[in-house]
Nanobody, 121 residues
Framework: QVQLVESGGGSVQAGGSLRLSCAAS??????MAWFRQAPGKEREGVAS???????TYPDSSKGRFMISRDNAKNTVYLQMNSLKPEDTAMYYC?????????????????WGQGTQVTVSS
């Protein structure tokens, strides 16, 4: 059983930055990603990265968010800059067998418990 443990969420003012971390234990998946879900909205992909370092982002993340991965530590990071109030959501780490476009993994096998990000105007 793979465990994903997120950290780094919190509250920040618009224009600020946060860095999220997700530590995985157990099986190493090909793809790791960050998703987010705001109240009343569907879960959406934010960024994904393969074990080869190939990244995908939706338009809403491009230029502001950067995903990176330390394979030796089995940890993925999400650097979020120029945060906006609309980025407020619960952010989830996910791991999957394949990589999808627009910040997603395919064949997701594990989810983290989530970490809250709140951006105030």
């Amino acid at each position: 059983q793979v465990q994903l443990v997120e950290s780094g969420g919190g509250s920040v003012q618009a224009g600020g930055s946060l860095r999220l971390s997700c530590a995985a234990s157990g099986y190493t998946y090909y793809c790791m990603a960050w998703f987010r879900q705001a109240p009343g909205k569907e879960r959406e992909g934010v960024a994904s990265i393969s074990s080869y370092g190939i990244t995908t982002y939706p338009d809403s993340s491009k230029g502001r968010f950067m995903i990176s991965r330390d394979n030796a530590k089995n940890t993925v990071y999400l650097q979020m800059n120029s945060l906006k109030p609309e980025d407020t959501a619960m952010y989830y780490c996910a791991a999957g067998h394949g990589q999808g476009g627009k910040g997603r993994c395919a064949g997701i096998g594990s989810w983290g418990q989530g970490t809250q990000v709140t951006v105030s105007s």
